[in-house]
C-alpha cells in the first residue's frame, strides 16, 4: 500500500507562471489519469511525484514522509517510474533490462537470484515479450520496447506506478493488454497515476482525473466528475461532440464544415 | 692620336681594372649539397641558420660578420648576443630579409628545405653545410673562410683541426680495440650508429662502437641490448656541461664488464655532439678514458 | 568474485591466464638470451647473477608497470564510457592526457630529473581534471555532454600548448619528448605505485558494477531505480580521472588501450559492467604487456613506441570482432 500526497505543488516549468497550487492524495487502488494538451506539464508532473524533478513550491508526501528527504533507493522500492523517452546508451538484452527492476532490491555485492530471475520472467510473459528475452533492446520496434518498459517496472514491485503515455507505441490489442494490467495492478491494493494524451483511454481506464491547462490551472476528481465535455474543451482548445459506447463515454473532435469529409464511405 | 682609339684605349683600361677587381673580389665554394656558391666581394653580413654553423663561422674567423643566428646558439660566449632569426626548425624569414645578408648559412638536414629554398628565391645567397666526417670539419672552417675573406684565421684553424686528429689516429692507430658504448641520451636510451661522427671520434681512439651496425643514425636502444654488447667503456654526455648522472645507473649492472673496471666516463656533450674544431677536445678526452679503459685490463 | 555468473567467471580465468602467459612471454624475451630452466633458476632464488639483474630489474618490473598501466587505462576507459555514456569516450577524452602532457614536457624542457617529470606529469593530470570539471559545472550544472564538450576544447587547448613547448625546445630534447607523447614504458621507474592504485580502484568499482548498469540506461532512469545519480558521476569521474593520471605518469600517454579493450570486452562477453570492468583490467593489462613486449623486442636493440604495437594488434582485432556482431 502507498500513498502519494502533494501538498501546495507548484511544479517547476521555466517561464510559466505558478499557477494553482496542486494538493492531491492518491490513494491505494485508485487509477489517476493525467490529461491536458502538449506542454500541460504531464511529464514534468510525473517527474515531480517521482522526486525526480524538484518543485519550484510545495511538496510530495510518499506515505507520510517527505520525498525530498527519502533515499532513493528507498524511495525505488515503492515506487516505478516508466518513462516516455527512453535511452538504450550501451546495448543489453531484454531480460538484462527486465532484471535491472530488481537493483533496488539487491545489495551492491549481490547478483540476481533465482527469484529475481523468475520475477523479470513473469513480467516479460505478462507483457508477451518473453519470446524477445534474449534479444537485443536496440533491435525491437517502438511497441516492444515500449511493452520491455512496462515488464521493467513490473519486476519493481512497486506499490505506486508512475506511468508516462504506457500505451505510447502500441497497437489496439497491446494498448488495452497494458492498460488491463495497471487496472489489475490498481486492483491488488497499487496506486496507478498514468499521463495520458488519449482522452478516451482515460474515460474508459481511470477513476480519477486531473486536468491540467497550458496557464498552471487545474483540476481534479472523480472521473465520472471530471469527464464534463464543457470542462474537456476548454482544457485541449477543441470542441467536442460526446456519445457512449457499451456505457463509457467516448470523445471525438466535432467536425469543422472546413475539414475534408469523405462522406461516400 | 685619333680620339676613337684613344676612346678604345680608355674603355680597355676601364675594362682591364673592373676585371682585375671583380677577379679579386668575387669568391666561390662547393657546399655540402654540391651546388657552387658564389659571392661578388666577401660577405659582410652572415645569418647562420644552426648552432653549429655559428660557431663555425666564428673559429673561422668570420664571427665579427655574423649579424643573425638561430636560438640556442650558445658558443662562443659572444654568438649569445647575435639576433635571433627564429629556431633552426622554423625560420623567422622576415627576420632574416631585415638583416639584408649578403649570406646564409643553411644546415642541410636541420633547416626546412622549403624555407632555405625560399630564402634563395628571395635573392639570398645561400650556403648549405652538413658536416659528417671530420675531413668536412676542416673543409668547411676554409670554406667559411673563405666565403668571409678571412682565409688566413680558417685555414690556421683547418690545420689545427686537422693536425689534431691525425696527431691521434697516429697515436691509437695499433692501441688495442676498446668496445665502447656512447650514450647520447638517457630518457629515451640513444645512441650513435657507425655513421655519426661521434663513432668517428671513437674510431680514431681505437674504439670499437657496439652499435656502429644499427641503421638508424641516433637509434633508440634498450638497457638490455647494452647489457648483451657488454661494452669495455660506457660514456655518456648528459643534460648539463658536468654533470655525468647519466652513469650512475648502470652501476646497478655489476656483471657489466664496464662496471667491474669503473670505466664508466664522462665526456661533455658540447665537445662531442656538435660537428665543431671543439670535437678535438672531446676526442682527446675520450682518447684518454679509453687509453684509461686499456689500462685497467 | 561478486555478482559474476559462472560463464563470465569461467571468462576472466581466461583472461587472467592470457595476462599471465603475456608476463611469462615477457619475462622470457630480451636482447640478452635467457632459456626457460635458467628463467626459472632465477625465479626459485638461484641463477646467473646476470640473469638476476635482468630479469628482477629490468624485464620484471618493465612488464609489471606495463600490465598495471593496461589495466589502468582500460579501467578508466570503461568508466568513462559509461560515465559519458559515450562509446567513444577513452581516457583522454577529457583532455586529462593533454594537461599531463604539458606538464611533463614542462618539466623536460627546464631539464628536471625523471622524477620532477612523472611528479609534473601527474600535478597536470590533476589541473586538468579540475578544470574540466570546474568548467563544465558552470552556471547551469554540468552534463554528460557538457562535460564531454568541455573536456575535448580543453584538449585542444593542451594540445596546442603541446605543440608550443615542441617548438621551444632544443634538439637534443625532442626524442624524448616525442616518445613521451607517444607513451613508452621505458619511462617507467617502478611499477608499485601505479598497482596500488590499480588493486583498490578495481575492488572499488567491482560493487558499483550492476549500479553502473543501471546508470548506462541514463541518469533519470537510473534516479527512478534508486541510483543517487550525482555523487555516483562524481565518484566515477574522479576515480577515472585518477585511473589515467597514474597511467600517464607510469607510460606516458599510451593510446587506444582504453577506447578498444572495453569495447572488445563488450562485443564479446555483453555489456554487464560487472565483468567488463575487471575483465578490463586483465585484458587491457595482457594487451599492453604483450605490445611492450613486442615493441622492445621485434626489432632489437632498436626499440619502437609501444602505442604503434597496441594500435597494431588492437585495430584489427577489434574491427573483425565488430565485423561479426550482430
Known amino acids: 500500500m502507498a500513498m502519494l500526497e502533494t501538498r501546495d505543488l507548484v511544479i517547476d516549468i521555466p517561464g510559466r507562471a505558478d499557477g494553482r497550487s496542486l494538493s492531491l492524495c492518491l490513494a491505494p487502488g485508485q487509477r489517476w489519469g493525467i490529461l491536458g494538451p502538449n506542454g500541460a506539464g504531464k511529464t514534468t508532473l510525473l517527474h515531480t511525484l517521482a522526486g525526480l524533478h524538484p518543485p519550484r513550491a510545495g511538496r510530495v508526501y510518499l506515505d507520510g514522509a517527505p520525498l525530498a528527504t527519502l533515499k532513493r533507493k528507498m524511495v525505488a522500492r515503492r515506487l516505478a517510474l516508466v518513462f516516455q523517452e527512453r535511452q538504450d546508451g550501451f546495448p543489453a538484452t531484454v531480460l538484462e533490462t527486465a532484471l535491472i527492476g530488481r537493483h533496488p532490491f539487491l545489495a551492491p555485492w549481490q547478483r540476481e537470484g533465482t527469484e529475481d530471475l523468475r520475477l523479470a520472467r513473469e513480467a516479460l510473459a505478462a507483457l508477451a515479450v518473453d519470446h524477445l528475452a534474449d534479444r537485443l533492446v536496440t533491435t525491437l520496434s517502438g511497441g516492444e520496447r515500449q511493452r520491455v518498459a512496462i515488464a521493467t517496472a513490473l519486476t519493481q514491485t512497486p506499490a505506486l506506478w508512475l506511468a508516462d503515455e504506457p500505451t505510447n507505441h502500441l497497437d489496439l490489442r497491446h494498448q488495452v493488454a497494458v492498460m488491463r494490467l495497471l487496472a489489475d495492478q490498481a486492483r491488488r491494493g497499487a496506486t496507478v497515476v498514468m499521463g495520458l494524451h488519449d482522452l478516451n483511454l482515460a474515460a474508459r481506464w481511470c477513476d480519477h482525473l486531473l486536468l491540467l491547462f497550458p496557464d498552471g490551472q487545474h483540476c481534479a476528481g472523480p472521473a465520472e466528475v471530471m469527464l464534463e465535455p464543457r470542462a474537456l474543451e476548454r482544457l485541449y482548445g477543441q470542441p467536442l461532440t460526446m456519445t457512449r459506447v457499451g456505457g463509457a463515454p467516448v470523445f471525438v473532435p466535432t467536425p469543422d464544415p472546413g475539414d475534408p469529409v469523405d462522406h461516400d464511405r | ?297 | 568474485m561478486p555478482g559474476v555468473s559462472g560463464r563470465g567467471l569461467a571468462a576472466l580465468m581466461v583472461l587472467a591466464g592470457l595476462g599471465l602467459l603475456a608476463v611469462a612471454a615477457a619475462l622470457a624475451v630480451g636482447s640478452v638470451p635467457i632459456t626457460v630452466t635458467q628463467l626459472l633458476a632465477v625465479l626459485t632464488g638461484g641463477g646467473d647473477p646476470l640473469h638476476r639483474e635482468l630479469l628482477l630489474s629490468l624485464r620484471l618490473p618493465r612488464a609489471l608497470a606495463a600490465f598495471a598501466t593496461g589495466g589502468l587505462l582500460s579501467l578508466a576507459g570503461a568508466l568513462m564510457q559509461v560515465l559519458l555514456r559515450n562509446p567513444l569516450a577513452d581516457p583522454y577524452v577529457l583532455g586529462l592526457s593533454g594537461g599531463a602532457a604539458v606538464g611533463a614536457l614542462g618539466a623536460m624542457l627546464v631539464g628536471a630529473a625523471a622524477f620532477g617529470v612523472s611528479g609534473a606529469a601527474f600535478a597536470g593530470a590533476l589541473l586538468s581534471t579540475l578544470l574540466v570539471f570546474g568548467l563544465a559545472q558552470g552556471v547551469g550544472g554540468w552534463s554528460p555532454t557538457r562535460l564531454l564538450l568541455t573536456g575535448v576544447v580543453v584538449a585542444a587547448g593542451w594540445s596546442a600548448v603541446v605543440t608550443f613547448l615542441l617548438t621551444l625546445s632544443p634538439a637534443d630534447q625532442l626524442p624524448g619528448m616525442l616518445y613521451w607523447l607517444m607513451g613508452d614504458l621505458s619511462y617507467a621507474r617502478s611499477p608499485l605505485p601505479a598497482w596500488l592504485v590499480l588493486v583498490p580502484a578495481l575492488l572499488a568499482t567491482l560493487p558499483l558494477g550492476r549500479t553502473l548498469n543501471v546508470l548506462a540506461r541514463g541518469p533519470l532512469q537510473a534516479a527512478a531505480l534508486g541510483v543517487a545519480v550525482r555523487p555516483l558521476e562524481i565518484t566515477v569521474y574522479v576515480l577515472a580521472s585518477l585511473l589515467t593520471a597514474v597511467a600517464v605518469t607510469t607510460a606516458g600517454s599510451v593510446g587506444f588501450v582504453g577506447l578498444v579493450v572495453p569495447h572488445m570486452l563488450r562485443l564479446l562477453l555483453g555489456n554487464d559492467q560487472r565483468l567488463i570492468l575487471p575483465a578490463s583490467v586483465l585484458a587491457g593489462g595482457a594487451l599492453l604487456t604483450l605490445a611492450d613486449t613486442l615493441a622492445r623486442t621485434l626489432l632489437a636493440p632498436e626499440q619502437l613506441p609501444v602505442g604503434v604495437i597496441t594500435a597494431l594488434l588492437g585495430v584489427p582485432t577489434f574491427l573483425f570482432l565488430l565485423y561479426r556482431s550482430r
Not at chain 2, 106 to 120: C, F, H, K, M
Not at chain 2, 173 to 182: E, K
Not at chain 2, 207 to 220: C, E, H, W, Y
Open chain 2, 1 to 297: 692620336m685619333p680620339r676613337s682609339s684613344l676612346f678604345r684605349a680608355l674603355i680597355q683600361a676601364v675594362g682591364l681594372i673592373s676585371l682585375a677587381v671583380s677577379a679579386r673580389a668575387q669568391v666561390c665554394v662547393d657546399d655540402d649539397a654540391g651546388r657552387r656558391v658564389c659571392l661578388e666581394q666577401p660577405a659582410e653580413r652572415i645569418v647562420a641558420l644552426s648552432p653549429g654553423a655559428t660557431e663555425l663561422l666564428f673559429d673561422a674567423g668570420a664571427g665579427e660578420r655574423l649579424v643573425g643566428a638561430v636560438s640556442f646558439s650558445d658558443f662562443p660566449p659572444a654568438a649569445k648576443a647575435l639576433p635571433r632569426v627564429g629556431s633552426y626548425k622554423r625560420l623567422d624569414m622576415e627576420a632574416i630579409l631585415a638583416l639584408k645578408p649578403d649570406l646564409v648559412v643553411a644546415w642541410i638536414s636541420g633547416n626546412p628545405d622549403t624555407q632555405v629554398q625560399r630564402l634563395e628565391e628571395l635573392g639570398l645567397t645561400v650556403y648549405r653545410g652538413e658536416p659528417l666526417r671530420f675531413a668536412d670539419v676542416a673543409d668547411t672552417l676554409e670554406r667559411f673562410s673563405v666565403l668571409a675573406g678571412t682565409e688566413r684565421a680558417g685555414r690556421a684553424a683547418a690545420d689545427h683541426f686537422r693536425d689534431g686528429i691525425t696527431d691521434l689516429r697516429g697515436r691509437y692507430a695499433d692501441a688495442d680495440p676498446v668496445t665502447v658504448f656512447y650514450e647520447v641520451w638517457e630518457e629515451p636510451l640513444m645512441t650513435v650508429n657507425g655513421e655519426h661522427l661521434i663513432s668517428e671520434a671513437i674510431r680514431v681512439c681505437g674504439g670499437i662502437n657496439v652499435f656502429a651496425d644499427q641503421t638508424s643514425l641516433a637509434p633508440r636502444i634498450g638497457k638490455e641490448a647494452v647489457i648483451a654488447k657488454d661494452p669495455e667503456a660506457i660514456v655518456a654526455g648528459g643534460m648539463g656541461e658536468d654533470n655525468p648522472e647519466w652513469l650512475e645507473p648502470w652501476k646497478r649492472f655489476p656483471a657489466l664488464t664496464a662496471v667491474q673496471r669503473d670505466n664508466l666516463f664522462f665526456v661533455p656533450p658540447s665537445t662531442l655532439q656538435r660537428p665543431t674544431p671543439q670535437m678535438l677536445k672531446g676526442t682527446r678526452l675520450l682518447c684518454r678514458h679509453l687509453e684509461t679503459a686499456r689500462a685497467r685490463r
